[in-house]
């Protein structure tokens, strides 16, 4: 008898399916996350053995996205990282569920296994509020009774929760407190509240500027003006007076028809315009 060694030598073969050893694979972010920046990893193992130049390493294996809610967006990086390509918005799209697919790079067949990764995106104050004008003009009679709404302001913004929020207020142009604002279903009344203070006769009080503010309830807040003009018109709201109530002439008998024997002088303290006062001079002849 006599012995014969036998060598075998057994190779790997690609007999093993891809794992995701993470699942399930989630994760938020807020929807200003910086672009390619990784958010998440993906850790994924294989079984299989490659000799590689007489060496056994570990089997490699390819990810990518296949499909799923904004995958434009999101790519696989370095380290089986999930990387962000394009903007995220909250108010657009909330949450990305994404189709992960690895491919191992073994002998043929290759291999695969696919997973789901869930990106939430995490709302920011990043829109300030809009309102439908930027400029407003009204005009109101000196008498207008308070209280009552000169204009509403009709603004938006598209956040979400506090950030949507808005409130009002004015910053400047008010300093008589003839007015205020009032938070009217998310919108802004714009009010006259002392009627004594507005007087068309009196210049300082005859014309407002304001400007009234909306300011939503983000972190950071932000912040949109609206400049507002209010013009005063005249009322005739005064009664004409004459200097003297009683006059006494003495007139000659030769006077001619038409000849000027006294003139009654009647003032009237209304303004006609911004310049002008409204002013009637009477005369009797005889």
Do not use: W
Not at 10 to 37: C, K, M, R, W
Not at 64 to 82: E, H
Not at 243 to 260: F, N, P, R
């Amino acid at each position: 008898t006599s012995d014969v060694t036998v060598n075998i030598e057994i190779q790997s073969a690609n007999d093993n399916v891809p794992v995701f050893t993470g699942v399930p694979y989630t994760v938020t972010v807020p929807e200003n996350h910086a672009l390619n920046t990784m958010m998440l990893g993906i850790a994924v193992s294989d079984d299989d053995i490659l000799l590689v130049n007489g060496a056994d390493e570990l089997q490699k294996y390819k990810l990518v996205i296949t499909g799923g809610t904004g995958s434009d967006k999101f790519f696989i990086g370095d380290l089986a990282g999930l990387y962000l390509r394009k903007s995220l918005d909250y108010e657009v799209t909330r949450v990305h569920n994404l189709t992960v697919v690895v491919t191992d790079q073994g002998l043929l067949p290759q291999k695969q296994a696919t997973s789901t990764v869930m990106v939430t995106v995490e709302d920011v104050n990043d829109n300030p509020p809009t309102c439908s004008n930027s400029y407003v003009y009204v005009s109101i009679p000196e008498d207008q009774t308070p209280p009552s709404v000169l204009t509403t302001l009709t603004c938006t913004d598209a956040d979400s929760g506090a950030s949507g929020t808005m409130t009002y207020s004015i910053v400047s142009g008010n300093a008589a407190g003839a007015f205020d604002v009032q938070n009217n279903g998310g919108n802004c009344d714009v009010r006259l509240v002392t009627g004594g203070i507005i007087d068309f006769d009196t210049t300082s009080n005859s014309a407002f500027q304001l400007v009234v503010r909306a300011i939503d309830g983000g972190t950071p807040q932000l912040s949109t003006d609206v400049t507002i003009d209010i013009a005063i018109t005249s009322v005739n709201e005064m009664t004409p007076a004459f200097h003297q109530t009683t006059a006494s002439v003495d007139v000659s008998e030769s006077s001619a028809v038409g000849t000027l024997i006294y003139q009654f002088t009647v003032q009237e303290t209304d303004k006609i315009d911004s310049t002008n006062l409204q002013g009637t001079v009477s005369t009797i002849q005889g």
